[in-house]
């Protein structure tokens, strides 16, 4: 069972940023999709950005131009640079970690960190 763990959340002014890591235990990380969604209190989580295991990224309309995913598979991490920041991004971030094994899917989540931006 892989865990992961985020951490670097907190509150920040708008305009402000924040990084968030994402630490991966096991051994399956290199080989995995890894993607940050939020929540916001009321709405469904919804992805912000992934990240491949060949480094392919991609980003929520939203967050494109201020969101930054990166990876890096020697530390099992994931991180999440986050620039210009509004109140809208305000919400719990979960870090996702998904594999494909030759047809055995899986996956994981972790226990998610707020991150709050003030106005």
């Known amino acids: 069972q892989v865990q992961l763990v985020e951490s670097g959340g907190g509150l920040v002014q708008a305009g402000g940023s924040l990084r968030l890591s994402c630490a991966a235990s096991?051994?399956?990380?290199?080989?995995?999709?890894m993607g940050w969604y939020r929540q916001a209190p009321g709405k469904q989580r919804v992805l912000v950005a992934d990240i491949t295991r060949g480094g392919t990224t991609s980003y929520a309309d939203s967050v494109k131009g201020r969101f930054t995913i990166s990876r890096d598979n020697a530390k099992k991490t994931v991180y999440l640079q986050m620039n210009s920041l509004k109140p809208e991004d305000t919400a719990v971030y979960y870090c996702?970690?998904?594999?494909?094994?030759?047809?055995?899917?899986?996956?994981?989540w972790g226990q998610g960190t707020q991150v709050t931006v003030s106005s």
């Open positions: 996702n970690l998904a594999y494909d094994l030759g047809g055995i899917t899986g996956g994981s």
């Open positions: 096991g051994s399956i990380f290199s080989i995995s999709t």
